[in-house]
């Protein structure tokens, strides 16, 4: 995705985002706000975490009013400590009110996908392993949700089917009905594909592998193995193809993993598991100096 499509997306994403919350609608902020106050807003962690999404955040104030004045006081990827405010918005209250919780929401899902990448990443920083990310992502936020991996310190897998070749089990099971092998569907593979990407074989057995390494696979991915099954294959593949190690991984047991010694690790639950992380906005008229919390909207 180019730069242009990708803030052609977000835009688009923001714009469902706000129409959702039918922001132009706001009938308690309508009845209650005067229709010209300004105001001032902060967002501030509640816990420590990795800020992401401030740049999205940015986007939602704009798109629900231009004249807002959105200033960051940190960076993406960023780690924050609780109390820390990441970002001021200031203008028109009615504004600020209605574009609150699409914010938010954006800010605190991302944050948690980066501060969970980072916990992993931390868990493995004696290794050389790296952590990747999968396409199990929210329909329509996989370039944000990625993104946020960055921020925590990961790194990612494909963004889509176009970005590489992984043969997996469904498709090794159909081309079994076609008398193909994995070793053969590797080498078809390789002949077939664009230069430029590298083909991934998903494996399961010893003799997965084996035949993996004979097909001359560029990665094998070692899919729900014991760590005891992962020494014996690396040593099999003895640096002949890239290791990824995928299935089962979580923060108790990925150091574990990395000392098998793979190149990856790859971890769905970064995007479709990672918690939203706490983080509020306080609001208070220009004019007065004591903020009104609204956290809960």
């Known amino acids: 995705m180019t730069i242009s499509k990708q803030k ?33 807003a902060s967002i501030t962690a509640k816990e420590e975490l990795v800020i992401a999404g401030l740049d999205v955040a940015k986007h939602v104030f704009a798109q629900v009013d231009p004249s807002l004045k959105f200033k960051a006081a940190q960076k993406d990827g960023n780690v924050m400590k609780a109390g820390t405010i990441c970002c001021t918005i200031s203008g028109n209250a009615r504004s600020l009110l209605k574009a609150e919780r699409v914010a938010l929401n954006f800010l605190q899902h991302l944050s948690g996908i980066a501060t969970l990448t980072r916990q992993f990443c931390l868990a493995v920083k004696t290794s050389s392993t ?24 990961g790194h990612n897998h494909r963004q889509s089917l176009k970005d590489g070749i992984l043969i997996k089990d469904n498709h090794l099971a159909l081309l079994k009905s076609q008398k193909i092998t994995l070793d053969q569907a590797c080498h078809l ?64 047991n990925v150091q574990r993993m990395a000392n098998v010694g793979a190149d990856f690790i790859s971890i769905g639950a970064l995007t479709h598991s990672a918690r939203s992380m706490d983080l509020s906005l306080s609001l208070a008229p220009i004019s007065q100096s004591h903020p009104r919390r609204n956290r809960n909207g």
């Open 189 to 252: 593979a390789k002949t077939q594909a664009p230069s430029r990407l590298k083909v991934c074989v998903e494996t399961e057995t010893l003799a997965q592998v084996k035949a993996a390494i004979g097909g001359k696979a560029d990665i094998i991915l070692l899919d729900n193995m014991p760590p005891h099954i992962l020494h014996r294959a690396i040593q099999l593949i003895d640096g002949n193809a890239l290791t990824e190690i995928s299935g089962g991984i979580t923060l108790k």
């Open 130 to 153: 790296k952590i990747l990310d999968t396409r199990k992502t929210t329909p329509g936020l996989r370039f944000l949700q990625k993104q946020a991996v960055l921020f925590g310190g």
């Open 8 to 40: 052609t997306h977000v835009r688009s994403l923001i714009k469902l985002a706000l129409e959702e919350d039918a922001v132009n609608d706001d009938i308690t902020t309508q009845i209650l706000i005067p229709p010209r106050l300004q105001a001032k």
